[in-house]
């Protein structure tokens, strides 16, 4: 069963720093491209980062320069470092991952639960 925990959330003033962390489990051959996603109050769920297997990484344009993705594929967990966070951050995270091979008619991309992100003074 495949499961994702994300951790790391919380409460925090504008301008500081959170360090999210999602621990993947249950792919016998790991996991492909990993990320996160957040999805505010009254909004859709958006982008925030990805990252293939090999490194590159996809981010969103009103993150650049404030968040970084990085992952440990030993230990199947994708982070994402967040500096200088702003209140329009606010949001529920949610990590997401994809199987590295793709079992045929089943299904291979996975979420989280979710962890709450809150930026406010």
């Known amino acids: 069963q495949v499961q994702l925990v994300e951790s790391g959330g919380g409460l925090v003033q504008p301008g500081g720093s959170l360090r999210l962390a999602c621990v993947a489990s249950?792919?016998?051959?790991?996991?492909?491209?990993m990320g996160w996603y957040r999805q505010a109050p009254g909004k859709q769920r958006e982008l925030v980062a990805t990252?293939?297997?090999?490194?590159?990484?996809n981010y969103a344009d009103s993150v650049k320069g404030r968040f970084t993705i990085s992952r440990e594929d030993a230990k199947n967990t994708v982070y994402l470092q967040m500096t200088s966070l702003k209140p329009e951050d606010t949001a529920v995270y949610y990590c997401?991952?994809?199987?590295?091979?793709?079992?045929?008619?089943?299904?291979?991309?996975?979420w989280g639960q979710g962890t709450q992100v809150t930026v406010s003074s």
């Open positions: 997401n991952a994809e199987l590295r091979f793709r079992p045929i008619g089943q299904n291979y991309d996975y």
């Open positions: 249950g792919s016998a051959f790991g996991f492909g491209a």
């Open positions: 990252m293939s297997r090999g490194g590159s990484t």
